[in-house]
C-alpha cells in the first residue's frame, strides 16, 4: 500500500512539468529577427521608385488675389489740425503718385483715413502711408517722414519720461531740459552722432531711425533722464558710434 501511494504523486509530477513546457513559447533570438529587418530593408530598396506626377495649376489673376479693399485710420491730435493744413499736398502727394492709395482727412471724426484701390501694387504700402502720417502728427518734419516710405529699415519708437524713472514736479521738468539741453543742444547733438530724429512733446520721446541707431539715442537719452552729464553722454555716444561704423 504505502509503495502505491508514493508512485502517486509522481505521475502527477510528471504531467505538471509537461503542461509548463507547453505553455513556455520559444523566444526568437534578437540575430535573427535582425537579419530578416535587412533583408526587408534590401528589397525594398531594390523596388524601382514610382514617378509621381506634380499637378499644375492655372495661374490666379491680380483680382482675385487682392482682396477686398482695406483701410487705415490715424487720429490727429488738436494741435496737429494747423501743421496738416498747412502741410497737407507734402503728405497727400507721395501718398496718393507714389503708393497708389486713396487719402482724405475725415472732418467729423478728425482721422486721416487711408484706403486701398484697384491701382495699388503693393499691400505693404499700406502700413508704410501709415507710419509716414503717424510719425507727421508726432511731430516730425514731412522730409524726415517721407523716409519711412523710401526706406523699409526706419521705424518709430516713443516712450515717456516716466517709464525710466518715475519724477514729479521740478524734478521732471528738469531731466526733460537736460534731454533737450540749451537751445536744444544736447538733442540735436544726439540726433546728429546716432543718425536718428527726435521729437520732445511734454514727457513724451519719439525717435525715428534704424533699429541700430534708435538704441543708442534711447541708451543716451535715459542716460541723461537718470541724471548723468552730457559730456559722459556724448563720450559714450561717441564711441559706440565708432564701433558701430568700424563693424558695417
Same mark, same amino acid.
Given at each position: 500500500?504505502?509503495?502505491?501511494?508514493?508512485?502517486?504523486?509522481?505521475?502527477?509530477?510528471?504531467? *505538471?512539468?509537461?503542461? !509548463?513546457?507547453?505553455?513556455?513559447?520559444?523566444?526568437?533570438?534578437?540575430?535573427?529577427?535582425?537579419?530578416?529587418? *535587412?533583408?526587408?530593408?534590401?528589397?525594398?530598396?531594390? *523596388?524601382?521608385?514610382?514617378?509621381?506626377?506634380?499637378?499644375?495649376?492655372?495661374?490666379?489673376?491680380?483680382?482675385?488675389?487682392?482682396?477686398?479693399?482695406?483701410?487705415?485710420?490715424?487720429?490727429?491730435?488738436?494741435?496737429?489740425?494747423?501743421?496738416?493744413?498747412?502741410?497737407?499736398?507734402?503728405?497727400?502727394?507721395?501718398?496718393?503718385?507714389?503708393?497708389?492709395?486713396?487719402?482724405?482727412?475725415?472732418?467729423?471724426?478728425? #482721422?486721416?483715413?487711408?484706403?486701398?484701390?484697384?491701382?495699388?501694387?503693393?499691400?505693404?504700402?499700406?502700413?508704410?502711408?501709415?507710419?509716414?502720417?503717424?510719425?507727421?502728427?508726432?511731430?516730425?518734419?514731412?522730409?524726415?517722414?517721407?523716409?519711412?516710405?523710401?526706406?523699409?529699415?526706419?521705424?518709430?519708437?516713443?516712450?515717456?519720461?516716466?517709464?525710466?524713472?518715475?519724477?514729479?514736479?521740478?524734478?521732471?521738468?528738469?531731466?526733460?531740459?537736460?534731454?533737450?539741453?540749451?537751445?536744444?543742444?544736447?538733442?540735436?547733438?544726439?540726433?546728429?552722432?546716432?543718425?536718428?530724429?527726435?521729437?520732445?512733446? !511734454?514727457?513724451?520721446?519719439?525717435?525715428?531711425?534704424?533699429?541700430? #541707431?534708435?538704441?543708442?539715442?534711447?541708451?543716451?537719452?535715459? #542716460?541723461?533722464?537718470?541724471?548723468?552729464?552730457?559730456?559722459?553722454?556724448?563720450?559714450?555716444?561717441?564711441?559706440?558710434?565708432?564701433?558701430?561704423? *568700424?563693424?558695417?
Amino acid at each position: 500500500m504505502d509503495i502505491d501511494k508514493s508512485t502517486v504523486p509522481v505521475a502527477g509530477a510528471a504531467t *505538471e512539468s509537461k503542461d !509548463d513546457t507547453d505553455s513556455f513559447t520559444k523566444v526568437k533570438s534578437k540575430k535573427t529577427q535582425k537579419r530578416k529587418r *535587412e533583408q526587408a530593408g534590401a528589397d525594398m530598396d531594390t *523596388e524601382e521608385p514610382v514617378a509621381v506626377k506634380r499637378p499644375q495649376f492655372p495661374p490666379i489673376s491680380g483680382d482675385k488675389l487682392r482682396g477686398p479693399d482695406e483701410m487705415l485710420k490715424i487720429a490727429v491730435p488738436a494741435h496737429r489740425y494747423t501743421p496738416l493744413k498747412d502741410n497737407w499736398m507734402k503728405i497727400f502727394t507721395p501718398i496718393v503718385e507714389n503708393l497708389q492709395l486713396q487719402v482724405r482727412f475725415n472732418l467729423k471724426t478728425r #482721422n486721416v483715413e487711408i484706403k486701398t484701390c484697384k491701382d495699388t501694387q503693393d499691400i505693404a504700402s499700406l502700413t508704410k502711408a501709415a507710419d509716414f502720417v503717424r510719425a507727421f502728427v508726432l511731430g516730425f518734419q514731412v522730409e524726415d517722414a517721407l523716409a519711412l516710405i523710401r526706406l523699409d529699415e526706419l521705424f518709430l519708437e516713443s516712450f515717456d519720461v516716466t517709464d525710466v524713472k518715475p519724477l514729479k514736479g521740478d524734478h521732471l521738468s528738469r531731466a526733460i531740459g537736460r534731454v533737450a539741453g540749451k537751445g536744444g543742444k544736447t538733442k540735436f547733438t544726439i540726433e546728429n552722432v546716432t543718425k536718428t530724429r527726435i521729437v520732445l512733446a !511734454d514727457t513724451k520721446v519719439h525717435i525715428l531711425g534704424s533699429f541700430q #541707431n534708435i538704441k543708442m539715442a534711447r541708451t543716451a537719452i535715459c #542716460n541723461l533722464i537718470l541724471g548723468s552729464p552730457p559730456s559722459k553722454v556724448y563720450g559714450n555716444i561717441r564711441v559706440v558710434a565708432s564701433r558701430t561704423a *568700424e563693424r558695417f
